[in-house]
């Protein structure tokens, strides 16, 4: 599956923000789906995944209560609603995916096989 991320920009302290990630290639239904974000110096840091058919999301400490993950299996695309931002989520936004049929989904970035070439997020404070 290849990934391609968009809708990352310039955004006020509080303020929101809306990714999409859309997947082309083999079956998007048999992926389980996550955000990451990473900034310069930084490791790579989980922010949201959800399972093959949106039954099951999780969401790093962080973005809880903030960030909405969601996917649309007939249009390919997984979304990341980013409302109350902050300026310490300034980074560079990647999708990923890992093929999974699990009801389960993981945080680790080492499960996550295709990735998207990533999408500037910059929080002005």
């Known amino acids: 599956v290849q990934l391609q991320a968009s809708g990352g920009g310039l955004a006020q302290t509080g303020g929101s923000l809306r990714l999409s990630c859309a997947a082309s290639?083999?079956?998007?239904?048999?992926?389980?789906m996550a955000w990451f974000r990473q900034t310069p110096g930084k490791e790579r840091e989980f922010v949201a995944a959800?399972?093959?058919?949106?039954?099951?999301?999780i969401y790093a400490d962080s973005v809880k209560g903030r960030f909405t993950i969601s996917r649309d299996n007939t249009k390919n695309t997984v979304s990341l609603q980013m409302n109350s931002l902050k300026p310490e989520d300034t980074a560079v936004y990647y999708c990923a995916a890992r093929f999974s049929k699990s009801p389960t989904v993981v945080g680790g970035d080492r499960y996550y096989s295709a990735w998207g070439q990533g999408t500037q997020v910059t929080v002005s404070s």
């Open positions: 290639g083999r079956s998007f239904s048999n992926y389980a």
């Open positions: 959800i399972s093959w058919n949106g039954g099951t999301t």
